[in-house]
Every structure is written in C-alpha cells, then in structure tokens.
C-alpha cells in the first residue's frame, strides 16, 4: 500500500499522536544489542551510531544526552515521496519556537520536539490543515 502524496489530504490528516515518555539522542561507536532493540531509531554517521533511545534506557547505561524529547507520530500514511509535509510542520513549529527532529519511518513521520513543548507542539500539528 503506497502512501499519501497530495499535501492538502497530508495536512488533514496528520493526526498526530504523542508517545508516552522521554526520549534522548545518544551517540556510541559500537552499540551493544540491547541498546540497538532498544532504541526507537538508529542512525548510523561516519562519527558513529546515533541512538534515540528512552530517557530511562540512555540513564541506566550512563549515556550522555543534550536534549530531551517527546515524541509524536503523524498517523497519516505519508508516501515517503510526499513533497512539502515536513516542511509545513516545521515551519509552523518554527513559528512558534519550537525546534523540531524528524525521522521518517515507511509508514509515518516521527516529530521529536522538546518536552516541554509536546503540549503547545501537538496543537499545532493538529491545525495544521484548517
């Protein structure tokens, strides 16, 4: 099943859903398996692994971290040959000052913002198609 393209219907129907708990971006230069099944993405970079990982799992392994995130799904099925979708939300996010660290999964678009601002962040993503 391919994805939404049209921006207007990615719009409508971004319906956005936080996923409960904290999030972090830790970077290790071999990553152990546990870490790896734990993490909810990884990225590998010439500097090493990057991990995002629960806040609880990168603690209880003595990773460093900058940044804590909440997490938000856009439910929509967005073809990842969708033009305009992640630029929409940032810049409304932007907005609003609010940072935003997107990773695209096959199915959907995964928003880390800032915890603090998961509240204010799922608004706007909310409206974004009014």
């Not at 099944?37 to 970079?45: C, H, L, R, S």
């Not at 990773?103 to 974004?128: K, T, W």
Request: hydrophobic share 45%; net charge negative; charged share 10%.
């Amino acid at each position: 099943m391919s994805g939404e393209q049209n921006l207007r219907i990615l719009l409508q129907s971004a319906a956005p859903q936080h996923n409960p708990g904290k999030y972090v971006f830790c970077t290790v230069q071999q990553p152990a398996q546990a870490l790896l099944d734990a993490a909810v993405a990884t990225i590998q970079e010439s500097e090493g692994t990057t991990l995002i990982l629960p806040q609880a799992v990168a603690d209880a392994q003595q990773l460093g971290y900058e940044y804590v995130a909440g997490w938000i799904t856009l439910k929509v099925h967005s073809s990842l040959a969708a033009v305009g979708l992640t630029a929409a939300f940032s810049r409304a996010l932007a907005q609003q000052n609010i940072s935003c660290n997107v990773v695209a999964g096959y199915y959907h678009d995964h928003i880390f913002v800032a915890e603090d601002d998961v509240q204010q962040a799922s608004v706007i993503l909310n409206n974004l198609g009014e």
